[in-house]
């Protein structure tokens, strides 16, 4: 693709998030030698049960004292054996104390490191966070999406004029590689003077031909050769295309939105077009932008002929602001196979595909080869040249999907 491709926008064209994009409670890895089990809190005597012991050993003092008053001791020895029990006493009550006051420092000490513990938890999982979110701005290279609005090249898709064809089993048990065999055999290209440009596998047991005109497409679907031996062929369905117009107010409703662009923008252009019709065929996909923010972005769902009015002025009036609008393309890259247009949470693959080094049975995370070349792992799993590093911008994988993507579209030929 070029530099002007429609595809080389950050925010927009992205892959999938990792299937566990969330930080999890707990550390997130191995801890360190000295804190690899967790620390157990300080075992502590309860208030109570020490009030209580010097209960019982003032009631002892007590005793010893009364029994010495009844024996046969002379007045000095009475009186030194209670001094000697007050002393006790009083020396039980200051253990007591020096205890409580140890206790109460244990306790703030065990508070204070298992505070200092989750904030470094919390920091690690920050750097893994961040760690995740680098290795995935990495993967997508060429300019920003801010860039991608300064440029003055090409600011709009350009689509091609390739027409493609789906051919389908009748026989619903038969795969897809059974059925591509099947075309070849009865379909001769230089008979029919086919321009073809490529032929592949899609789900339900069916291919796709992609040709250079609808004049092969119509050849194809009358095509008895097809019909008679138990295939169907009906042109794929497309989707409708998206725009995004960006700096919307954000205290704006949808619907007032949608009847300022058709009024203020559409309605002396197509004529024909009624604001019935224009809201019947024009849905709001979602919106971007920051929280709060007093602007947003509106992703609409557009037919092409309303897609080609916008986006050939370049700029959208919406009440009293003039928005810039352009094509929303969005290519996807599985964060766990490294292959496009699914993401990881409907990944079918049971191990991870590293984007660094394209080993499979770990993730870029846990790369250990990150200080040398990378090598794509998409296009080592198509057995093609893979001196590149994964998603980027002129990978030949990542180019078949994004021209995947934009033949998918109904564009209605614009």
């Known amino acids: 693709m070029s530099g002007n491709s429609p595809f080389n926008r950050s925010g927009l064209t992205r892959r999938s998030p990792p299937s566990t994009p969330t930080p999890q409670p707990g550390p997130p890895g191995p801890a360190p030698a000295n804190m690899q089990q967790e620390e157990e809190p300080p075992k502590v005597i309860p208030t109570s049960d020490i009030q209580t012991w010097l209960k019982k050993i003032e009631l002892n003092l007590q005793d010893v004292c009364s029994t010495s008053a009844e024996g046969k001791l002379n007045t000095d020895q009475k009186i030194r054996i209670n001094n000697m029990c007050r002393s006790v006493g009083h020396l039980a009550s200051q253990m007591a104390i020096e205890y409580q006051s140890l206790k109460n420092h244990a306790i703030q000490a065990y508070q204070a490191r298992q505070a200092h513990q989750e904030k470094m938890d919390l920091v690690q999982r920050i750097q893994d966070l961040k760690q995740s979110i680098e290795e995935s701005s990495r993967q997508v290279t ?7 609005l300064k440029n003055n090249g090409t600011r709009y898709v350009q689509p091609s004029n390739i027409s493609s064809v789906a051919i ?39 291919v796709v031909i992609s040709t250079d005109s609808k004049e092969d497409v119509i050849k194809l679907k009358q095509s008895e050769q097809l019909t008679t031996s138990g295939l169907t062929v009906d042109e794929p369905q ?45 849905k709001l996909s979602h919106k971007s932008g920051k929280k709060d923010a007093e602007t ?8 092409g002929v309303i897609r080609k009015a916008l986006i050939t002025n370049d700029r959208v009036f919406v009440n009293w602001s003039s928005c810039p609008v ?12 490294q292959l496009y247009n699914h993401a990881a949470k409907t990944c079918k693959m049971d191990i991870n595909i590293c984007g660094h080094c394209g080993e ?38 990542r180019q078949m999907a994004e021209k995947r993507y934009l033949n998918s579209i109904d564009y209605e030929g614009a």
């Not at 060429?142 to 991608?148: E, L, Q, T």
């Not at 055999?185 to 321009?195: A, C, N, Q, T, V």
């Not at 352009?326 to 196979?337: A, E, G, Q, S």
Request: net charge positive; aromatic share 6%; charged share 30%.
């Open 142 to 148: 060429g300019p920003s999406f801010a860039d991608a």
């Open 326 to 337: 352009r094509d929303f393309t969005l290519v996807t890259r599985c964060f766990k196979c």
């Open 238 to 282: 497309k989707r409708k295309p998206r725009i995004v117009v960006i700096g919307v107010p954000a205290d704006m409703q949808e619907p007032e939105v949608l009847k300022c662009i058709y009024h203020q923008n559409l309605a002396d252009k197509l004529q024909d077009w009624s604001l019935e019709k224009f809201m019947a065929s024009t």
């Open 168 to 206: 389908y089993p009748v026989d619903k048990l038969k795969s897809s590689e059974e059925t591509k065999s099947l075309v070849q055999k009865i379909i001769r290209p230089d008979e029919m003077k086919l321009h073809v440009r490529g032929l592949r596998k899609i789900k339900n047991g069916g």
């Open 360 to 397: 499979a049975g770990h993730s870029f995370k846990e790369c250990t080869k990150k200080d040398e070349a990378p090598k794509c792992a998409t296009c080592s799993h198509y057995k093609k040249q893979c001196n590149h590093q994964t998603g980027d911008a002129a990978c030949p994988a």
């Open 296 to 303: 947003c972005n509106y992703i609409i769902e557009v037919s």
